[in-house]
């Protein structure tokens, strides 16, 4: 029996929609189809183990690519050409999944090293689905992709499993920087960056850029799946009595201000019933800010009820309830 907890739904009405100009992209996704799913694990999620820094990243090959391995395995010693080079990448992400690394090196390489158009082209994603009745006007959900980008992304890890960190660096920014992809959607955004920024961290920690760290990390300090290497950072690079100053520092350099506008939502359960309820609700935010470890950085948002008002103090209790403020505070 359904409940209107499980039918219950949240909308923000503060929310504007943005649509940008945008380039024209190849429609061909016929051919590209790599797997989306695998790259939906966190990278530090699936890497936290590296902090020794041996650890292989996460692998999990299924049973499609036992059968890739072996219907195209003569391609490992192939080219790529206009008939194979969908099913060549394929073949070169199932190797990784096996941890056959330096043939899935060897491979990704000849991608990234490509001119041929079917490597260099970027290819569009629309987000609309099968038998809807409506397409999607302004492209919210759609994103770009190309082939370049994911083998970069594969060869850093690579690199970084062979702590060739300079290298891994080096790919990570390949595929950030020169195949860029796009995301019209905030989650697939911030999903794309986590896997990014993660791989960026990971390469810094292995050349031992802890200032990078902590200029570039700092931020997602309340990220408990992001946190590991910048908590592991500051504990190399502080004392115990220098991370019990800076924590003291953060909480006095702390500065609030107060949002001169309510936001409001409502709540929608049973949604298309007889017994559709909705509730609306409106709070009062603010912005805080603190010097934390040297670097100035806006504190998260406190999760705010109807009729909250934000304050200093509330936000500076978000901050203390925090994995990062429990790890660096708890020995101190």
Not at 114 to 136: M, Q
Not at 169 to 188: Q, R, S, W
Request: net charge neutral; hydrophobic share 30%.
């Amino acid at each position: 029996m359904n409940t209107n907890k499980q039918n219950s739904k949240f909308y923000v009405l503060a929310i504007l929609l943005t649509v940008s100009g945008q380039n024209t992209f190849s429609q061909d996704t016929a051919k590209f189809i790599p797997d989306p799913t695998r790259w939906l694990v966190d990278t530090f999620s699936s890497s936290r183990s590296f902090l020794g820094v041996r650890y292989p990243f996460y692998r999990s090959p299924t049973k499609k690519d036992t059968q890739i391995c072996e219907k195209f395995k003569n391609l490992i010693t192939s080219e790529p050409n206009e008939k194979n080079y969908s099913d060549y990448y394929s073949l070169a992400e199932s190797l990784w999944e096996f941890g056959r690394l330096s043939e899935a090196e060897s491979m990704f390489l000849k991608i990234v090293n490509s001119d041929k158009k079917f490597y260099t082209n970027d290819y569009y994603h629309s987000s609309d689905l099968p038998g809807r009745k409506t397409t999607n006007v302004y492209g919210y959900g759609s994103f770009t992709s190309n082939y370049k980008n994911y083998a970069c992304r594969y060869l850093t890890k690579i690199y970084i499993e062979q702590e060739k960190y300079a290298q891994a660096l080096e790919y990570i920014e390949f595929a950030d920087k020169k195949y860029v992809v796009k995301h019209n959607c905030g989650t697939g955004y911030k999903r794309y960056r986590s896997e990014i920024d993660g791989l960026y961290e990971l390469c810094y920690y292995g050349l031992n850029m802890y200032d990078t760290i902590l200029k570039k990390s700092m931020p997602n300090y309340y990220d408990d799946a992001r946190n590991e290497i910048l908590i592991k950072v500051i504990k190399k690079k502080f004392s115990d009595e220098e991370i019990r100053n800076y924590l003291l520092i953060a909480e006095n350099t702390m500065e609030f201000i107060l949002d001169t506008v309510w936001l409001g939502g409502y709540t929608i359960y049973d949604e298309g019933t007889k017994n559709e309820k909705r509730i609306e609700s409106r709070w009062l935010s603010g912005t805080a800010t603190m010097n934390l470890f040297g670097v100035l950085i806006e504190l998260a948002e406190p999760s705010l009820k109807d009729g909250e008002i934000a304050s200093k103090e509330l936000f500076l209790k978000e901050f203390k309830r925090t994995r990062f403020y429990y790890v660096l505070s708890k020995e101190h």
